[in-house]
């Protein structure tokens, strides 16, 4: 008996108003790491202004863990362009430079090959069957900056996602436990 | 306020923070390099020039390249990625490039260089446009930063032709 009035007691005094506020400020908290997140990708004009790099086929100038700033214009692609495109058929995007660039006359229309400078031959390989160039709707944007090891984070998330459960359990303890 | 946890996290965001203040820094300093490449491309001999069995042309030559691009290296620069592409018009394709040569110059003491090599990637038309054709051969670079901003410029060297007939 004593031990229900306990529970119940402790369920009493619960300040409803404080659990509501931490709630609200939880929510404050992600919806701005949205709205940033898609002003990025607004400013940028790509899906995904922020990759990591996951292969060494770029090396020695990207190494797998470091991200790259992209930005996409209306502007055609030209030859020497580091450009992120996705294959149909495949979901991880793949980070190569452009070596030869084709651009038709009255459409505007370009025809684009690209290789990673560790690699010994271009990208036909990658492309799906029977493509031989990358088109404007391949493309997710340019490199235009980088940021070494940054990405690690990112790989090992992925890879053992152990790793992202037992932070977020450890954030979401943090948020309960807080006083304020 | 004292515990652990608000000291670790105090840590972290500080030092988090002025890592990205250092490398913000560290790329904006690289806008205030003078640069001065050179270079110089001729062609040595046109190795072969034929139509790939009904479809396109190809050309297979022999360049000798110099260049000095050492005033791009600053100390923020990680590598500098060189490519040497042709660049011409046809009737259908408003621009077309085609890199020839590529190297990856790591520091300073490489980037003077003269080479003479066959051309590492195929110099593929689309279509049989390259009988006579005139074209660009350009030196573009792209300086890779330690982190930061990279950038990329080009020297245009016009007056090049191919043959006017298969070889």
Same mark, same amino acid.
């Given at each position: 008996m004593g031990w229900i009035g306990e529970t119940v007691? &402790?369920?009493?005094?619960?300040?409803?108003?404080?659990?509501l506020t931490q709630a609200i400020t939880l929510g404050m908290i992600v919806t701005s790491a949205l709205i940033i997140w898609k002003c990025l990708m607004c400013v940028t004009g790509t899906e995904s202004p922020v990759v990591v790099v996951l292969s060494g086929s770029m090396e020695?100038? *990207?190494?797998?863990?470091?991200?790259? *700033?992209?930005?996409?214009?209306?502007?055609?692609?030209?030859?020497? %362009?580091?450009?992120? *495109?996705?294959?149909?058929?495949?979901?991880?995007?793949?980070?190569?430079?452009?070596?030869?660039?084709? %651009?038709? =006359?009255?459409?505007g229309h370009v025809d684009v090959l690209t290789k990673g400078d560790n690699n010994d031959v271009d990208d036909i390989g990658l492309y799906a069957d029977g493509q031989f160039w990358l088109h404007r709707h391949h493309i997710m944007g340019r490199a235009?900056? *980088?940021?070494?090891?940054?990405?690690?984070?990112?790989?090992?998330? &992925? =890879?053992?996602?152990?790793?992202?459960?037992?932070?977020?359990?450890?954030?979401?303890?943090?948020?309960?436990?807080?006083?304020? | 306020?004292?515990?652990? $946890?608000?000291?670790?996290?105090?840590?972290?965001t500080f030092s988090v923070t002025a890592l990205a203040f250092i490398c913000a820094i560290a790329s904006l300093s690289d806008n205030f390099s003078n640069q001065n490449p050179s270079a110089e491309i001729q062609i040595l001999n046109i190795n072969r020039f034929k139509k790939q069995s009904y479809e396109n042309d190809e050309v297979s030559l022999t360049l000798d390249i110099s260049a000095d691009l050492e005033s791009l290296f600053t100390w923020n620069t990680k590598q500098v990625f060189a490519f040497v592409a042709a660049e011409y018009e046809t009737p259908k394709n408003s621009l077309n490039q085609v890199s020839l040569w590529d190297a990856i110059i790591p520091d300073k003491e490489h980037a003077k260089f003269r080479i003479q090599t066959s051309n590492k990637y195929r110099f593929i038309d689309? $279509?049989?446009?390259?009988? $006579?054709?005139?074209?660009?051969?350009?030196?573009?670079?792209?300086?890779m930063p330690k982190t930061g901003k990279m950038f990329a410029d080009k020297i245009v060297m016009p007056g090049y032709s191919l043959p006017d007939a298969y070889k």
């Open positions: 007691d &402790s369920i009493k005094s619960i300040k409803i108003r404080q659990l020695p100038g *990207f190494k797998r863990g470091d991200i790259l *700033f992209l930005h996409m214009t209306k502007e055609p692609i030209r030859a020497g %362009e580091i450009v992120v *495109f996705n294959v149909d058929g495949r979901d991880i995007p793949i980070v190569h430079r452009a070596i030869k660039v084709h %651009e038709r =006359e009255n459409t235009v900056g *980088f940021l070494p090891y940054v990405g690690w984070v990112t790989i090992i998330m &992925s =890879e053992k996602p152990i790793i992202k459960y037992i932070l977020i359990g450890a954030l979401g303890l943090l948020v309960i436990t807080s006083k304020d | 306020m004292h515990s652990f $946890g608000y000291r670790a996290n105090a840590l972290l689309q $279509g049989h446009n390259l009988r $006579g054709k005139e074209f660009n051969l350009t030196l573009h670079w792209h300086v």
